[in-house]
């Protein structure tokens, strides 16, 4: 099977691709008649879909998965792992099993890419829900230690009141694009055309 366009787009960190190229992959070997399970990067496929957050589908790609190769690759149990807490909501607990397992090194950066955006997802989530929380629920959320997590808040324009360890959210001012409707721009045209003449 030629896994050139996923090792294309795991080389170029096109990581948002991942999923896709997988399962285009699959439907062709699958139509094909290719017996393709053993050979099969499951990691990285369910890696993909944690990637651009369909969880949906990678929990249907997980029920598909033969048996006999969740019994062999506990890279890919390490995996699910991540996509139960996701399910779950345990967002400290994907943090916990992002770093309780020695990835390999085909996983590794996307692992690693995963984990960055990951935090990025939870601070939005913290920056759109909170306007103070604890120093201690912070680092939770980010999977960070609590000097850590307090940095990085910090960095983003957030204060800390060291006396009872809560931060203040510094909300992001938010940019409304205005869109300008054609037909009124037509309209306005006219007026101006009508007053001038």
């Not at 969880?55 to 699910?80: D, Q």
């Not at 085909?106 to 989530?125: I, N, P, Q």
Request: glycine share 4%; aromatic share 12%.
């Amino acid at each position: 099977m030629d896994f050139s366009p996923l090792s294309d787009a795991v080389a170029s960190k096109s990581y948002q691709k991942i999923a896709s190229i997988c399962d285009d992959l699959m439907l062709q070997a699958a139509t094909q008649g290719i017996a393709f399970h053993d050979e099969w990067p499951y990691p990285i496929h369910l890696l993909g879909h944690l990637y651009v957050d369909d969880i949906n589908t990678a929990r249907f790609l997980w029920k598909s998965i033969p048996s006999s190769i969740k019994e062999t690759s506990p890279e890919l149990v390490a995996v699910w792992k991540i996509g139960q807490l996701l399910w779950m909501r345990d967002y400290a607990g994907v943090h916990e099993a992002i770093r309780g397992f020695n990835w390999s090194q085909e996983v590794r950066d996307l692992v690693a890419a995963f984990s960055d955006l990951y935090t990025k997802k939870m601070f939005e989530l913290l920056l759109s829900a909170y306007s103070t929380i604890s120093i201690q629920d912070t680092a939770l959320f980010l999977g960070m230690n609590e000097d850590d997590a307090t940095n990085y808040v910090l960095q983003h324009g957030w204060s800390v009141d060291p006396d009872s360890r809560m931060l203040t959210v510094k909300k992001q001012p938010v940019v409304k694009e205005q869109k300008i409707d054609p037909n009124k721009l037509q309209r306005l045209t006219e007026y101006v055309f009508h007053l001038e003449h």
